[in-house]
């Protein structure tokens, strides 16, 4: 086999590989329940509380207390989809508010936040969603008494929300994380009491 022929050939098999470590590395989302746990309803109005020490998020409406890059301010979701943020474009999933009316139906969960943004989840939705021109795909359902939403951009970073009721349900929680691969970029709880 003559050297060009050599180089050819491992040139094929390097792409190849590079190509199949390419498509092992993108997480896959596993689809969630869309069966309601007997006894959960996380249906209610709910106003943010604010933790002793937290922070203002950056750019955020009110009073907002959460650690969350600038690029996730609300007020400013339109004009980010537009352009090319230096963040996981992931981050554009996210809405914040301080407070919350959340309605919980048999087939989805319904929440307003600030009345000013409404997310829409159906249970056990496996789907494409979109921001303007950002999209990504999306699941959500339940984890035991727990109402999971995932968002994985064409990056690799997976934004998870997390909701459950705490204090015999007169306190609503949200876990929210960043992660990329194995490694988590951001993360932050935030607590909700019932108003």
């Known amino acids: 086999m003559t050297f060009t022929k050599r180089l050819k050939a491992f040139c094929a098999i390097s792409f190849a590989c590079a190509v199949l470590a390419g498509c092992a590395s993108t997480p896959e989302l596993i689809a969630r329940s869309a069966a309601v746990p007997e006894d959960v309803d996380l249906s209610g109005l709910w106003q943010f509380r604010v933790e002793p020490g937290a922070r203002p998020m950056p750019g955020a409406r009110g009073e907002?207390?959460?650690l969350i890059p600038p690029a996730q301010s609300t007020r400013n979701r339109a004009r980010r989809s537009?352009?090319?943020?230096?963040?996981?474009?992931v981050h554009v999933f996210l809405e914040t508010g301080n407070s919350l009316k959340v309605?919980?139906?048999?087939?989805?969960?319904?929440?307003?936040f600030d009345r000013a943004v409404v997310e829409e989840y159906t249970f056990g939705e496996n789907r494409v969603a979109s921001v303007g021109p950002i999209e990504a795909q999306r699941v959500s359902g339940w984890q035991d008494r727990k109402f999971v939403v995932e968002t994985l951009d064409d990056e690799g970073n997976l934004l998870t929300e997390t909701w459950h009721l705490e204090a015999g349900g007169m306190v609503l929680v949200r876990d929210i994380a960043v992660?990329?691969?194995?490694?988590?970029?951001?993360?932050?709880?935030?607590?909700?009491?019932?108003?």
Do not use: V, Y
């Open 64 to 66: 907002q207390q959460i």
């Open 82 to 89: 537009t352009r090319r943020s230096s963040g996981p474009s």
């Open 103 to 112: 309605t919980q139906t048999r087939e989805g969960l319904f929440i307003s």
């Open 179 to 195: 992660t990329r691969g194995n490694d988590q970029t951001f993360s932050s709880r935030q607590h909700f009491d019932r108003s």
